[in-house]
């Protein structure tokens, strides 16, 4: 490029980072490669590195630059007294006559190419090192939202020159090791999209807490996207599984969490603001900003501009509120988990327990101790002790030389593409998002302990709680003949596991999610008039609040919880046990009172599949048939299996298989495969005549032992004889799979034994058995143990 000082988008690309920086460049580069896959971008123009450096010229300061930060790396000036000096200096410079026509000139045709005069833009900062593969560079430059007229465009643009040299971007640089003066600036001008009257957020083509790299993560809130990149409100939430996007037929999202969204910015009507934070209407906070088909259609944008760059993204996206239209406004590249070791991970484990403060996001997945440091105000910043964990409102860009010397990073708002989250991901730094009310529960020098070890939800305790790190290293992890699969509790859970070997999961507890997730009795959906506590009806509303049809709520709730739980294992055989509460669990759901009885002993009582064709419950097990309905056929994952619990007689097989069929899930019917739990020594005894009606078996060595022994599993007093090693037990289980061979069908195992005893997991590959379902914390040692049992078999 020849010394030029403004271009236009559609004449630049990668290439021309040395001239317009990393977020410029990419945004010609989507201009010019990616607008015929679809993927719209606003138009505009940038200036170029020769123009800041004709500015520094023009104006004589670079010898005031250097000056500056001489006497800052000497101690002399203080990062804030340094940050100021060197701000004025291009606040009271003047733009070269040639710079100043050409921005005036290509901001005219911007208006006449858009037919709208005074063309309202978004004037924003590109450093010529930023949006690197190793460092984002997030929020260190400033970006002026609803410019209009030259005289204002002028000046936001001096101000972006400023913006190079913050408090917080000289910080950065200085962790980064950038030299300061190496680093020039260009100014991207952009056609403002009215997402005021539409929404905004922001996208990765990762998953940005776990680095699995099959799912999207969209947040979206009302208004201008400032506040979600800023942490500023709670956004929506939204994952889509990438790899099922390119059936039109099929929509792939895997989870949507409403935000709260409590405020959003718009442009102001007047005066020298240009945008202003208001209130959010109840009716859309109570509302999900995009709909399935945008949700599906940014997702889309996503794996194509990820393809495109050929590594994994961070995307800033908005929706015009008069057309209606989406937009890409700004791509870059994914700084942390794209840099992470693909067959190395650290594991975290809360070896005690305290009294929960308060919870959150979490982001990363370590845990840090420490001394909190509660600060409200950013003008308190310097009270900031090193080593202590931030509890703050909100992070922005000017909090990023404490957060560098915090052990961990508490904040009442934000979700987990806020500024708080993406910066506490590229530093290391655990941290524990949108709480809420942080600020106030938790205690300026407390000692407490923050978890993010624990899934999706991060934790705050009190008190300093032990803890250990484990460092597992895949590449250690023998193969086997007997498939390893991996019990997965919570949706959660399953993306904290994905880089574990595993051939699937052998076992998917449906009322972990009904239970954690739901959490309302599914018969109380289905006849609220039953229900006669007026806490629990009023809690039942607040949960099922936007849905028109209660029932939705569950089918919807429990699909997506499914569908995240099976994303990282796809196309791998999930096998997800239809539910087995039992009356005094089911009796805790909100509602539930209303509709179980008490037992003396719910163990061997109404649970499991008895429920499914009892009318007591068969409208609520028509629900669960729905979410694995639309999990297979609409969601899109038909490698989910599905499994019946607790099935005690041949008859009550067919009865079972009956109202499934009758719900939409025929055996047979698109590839649908049914198992059943082999559990009661009935299932053992008459295993040729369940092998007819079934397509495989998963022995619960549990239940087995309980009921083979006699021993109630919960007792206590008995726990001294309840062992799955007893020889009785063990032959039940011999039996079970040499039955199951001999009628042709699978047959695996998914109880605590194989995880709890080495020696057992041996015995059952010595048996033949041809999976095992492991607990995730278990799968690495176990590995090596069956491995070596297979060996010793090779050699006899």
């Given amino acids: 490029m020849s010394e030029r000082h403004v271009v236009w988008f559609e004449e630049i690309g990668l290439a021309d980072i040395p001239q317009v920086g990393g977020k410029n460049a990419s945004l010609g580069e989507m201009v010019g490669s990616l607008a015929g896959q679809g993927v719209r971008v606003p138009d505009g123009f940038a200036t170029t590195a020769d123009a800041y450096r004709a500015f520094i010229t023009e104006n004589g300061i670079e010898s005031a630059l250097r000056t500056a930060l001489d006497r800052y790396h000497a101690g002399e000036a203080t990062l804030r007294v340094t940050g100021e000096a060197l701000r004025d200096l291009f606040l009271n410079g003047e733009f070269p006559e040639d710079t100043a026509a050409g921005i005036r000139s290509a901001y005219r045709q911007l208006s006449e190419r858009s037919g709208q005069p005074n063309l309202a833009v978004a004037v924003r900062s590109s450093a010529t090192a930023e949006d690197l593969p190793d460092a984002s560079f997030a929020g260190q430059q400033e970006t002026f939202l609803n410019v209009t007229g030259e005289r204002d465009l002028l000046a ?125 209407p109840l009716r859309e906070r109570n509302s999900f900003v995009l709909s399935d088909l945008e949700i599906v259609q940014l997702a889309r944008w996503a794996v194509i501009v990820e393809d495109h760059y050929g590594r994994p993204m961070d995307m800033e996206w908005a929706r015009d509120g008069v057309t209606h239209e989406l937009y890409m406004v700004q791509a870059r590249p994914e700084t942390v988990q794209s840099q992470a070791s693909g067959t190395v991970f650290t594991v975290s484990r809360l070896l005690e327990s305290g009294p929960l403060i308060v919870s959150g996001v979490a982001i990363g997945d370590s845990i840090a101790t420490g001394t909190a440091c509660v600060i409200r105000d950013p003008a308190d910043i310097d009270n900031f002790i090193d080593g202590a964990i931030l509890v703050t409102e909100m992070t922005d860009p000017d909090w990023v030389p404490i957060m560098t010397r915090a052990s961990g990073i508490v904040t009442d708002h934000g979700g987990p593409t806020s500024h708080a989250a993406i910066v506490s991901r590229e530093l290391g730094v655990p941290a524990v998002v949108g709480t809420g009310t942080g600020t106030d529960l938790i205690e300026n020098g407390a000692a407490i302990t923050l978890s993010c070890a624990e899934g999706d939800e991060g ?150 599949a008895s429920r499914y064709y009892d009318d007591r419950y068969r409208e609520g097990f028509a629900l669960e048939c729905r979410a694995i309905k639309r999990v297979r056929e609409e969601i899109g994952f038909a490698n989910v299996i599905v499994m019946v619990p607790f099935c005690r007689t041949v008859a009550e097989a067919d009865k079972v298989l009956a109202v499934m069929a009758a719900n939409g899930l025929t055996r047979g019917e698109n590839g649908l495969q049914v198992y059943m739990m082999c559990e009661i020594p009935a299932n053992v005894i008459l295993a040729e005549e369940f092998a007819t009606r079934f397509d495989g078996f998963s022995i619960g060595s549990n239940d087995l032992t309980q009921l083979v022994l006699g021993v109630d599993r919960d007792a206590g007093d008995l726990a001294g004889l309840f062992d799955e090693r007893d020889d009785a037990v063990k032959r039940m289980i011999s039996e079970a799979i040499r039955k199951a061979h001999a009628a042709g069908i699978k047959i695996g195992i998914c109880g605590q034994a194989p995880s709890n005893y080495p020696d057992f997991a041996a015995f059952l590959v010595r048996e033949g058995i041809d999976s095992i379902s492991l607990n995730p914390d278990s799968f690495l040692k176990t590995a090596g143990i069956v491995a070596e049992a297979e060996g010793t078999l090779d050699t006899v």
């Fill in 156 to 280: 936001a643009c001096r101000r972006c020159y400023a913006s190079l040299f913050t408090d917080r971007a000289i910080s950065y640089r200085e962790v980064k090791g950038f030299d300061h003066l190496d680093v020039a600036l260009s100014i991207g001008v952009q056609r403002m999209i009215r997402s005021d009257l539409g929404g905004s957020g922001v996208m990765f083509s990762i998953d940005t807490d776990t680095g699995f790299p099959g799912a999207a993560v969209i947040s979206a809130a009302w208004g201008l996207g400032e506040t979600v990149v800023q942490g500023a409100v709670d956004p929506d939430k939204y994952l889509v599984f990438k790899s099922l996007l390119s059936d039109p037929g099929l929509t792939p999202i895997i989870e949507k969490t409403l935000g709260a969204k409590a405020t959003k910015m718009v442009y102001a009507a007047g005066g020298s603001a240009r945008t202003r934070v208001i209130d959010t």
């Fill in 459 to 608: 934790f705050v305790y009190a008190g300093t709680l032990a803890f250990e790190t484990e460092e597992v290293d895949l590449g250690t992890v023998p193969s086997t003949r007997t498939k390893l699969m991996v019990n997965i509790a919570s949706p959660a859970a399953a993306f904290e596991w994905w880089r574990l070997p595993a051939a699937g999961v052998g076992l998917a507890r449906m009322e972990f999610i009904i239970n954690n997730l739901i959490t309302i009795h599914p018969m109380a959906l289905v006849h609220p008039e039953r229900v006669t506590d007026r806490a629990a009806l009023r809690r039942i509303h607040e949960r099922t609040r936007g849905f028109a049809d209660p029932k939705e709520y569950f089918v919807q709730t429990l699909a997506l919880g499914i569908a995240k739980l099976t994303a990282p294992y796809y196309p791998d055989p999930v096998i997800v046990r239809m539910s087995d509460f039992k009356t005094n669990e089911y009796a805790h759901l909100l509602g539930g009172s209303a509709f179980e009885h008490t037992e003396e002993n719910p163990m061997i009582g109404f649970r499991g």
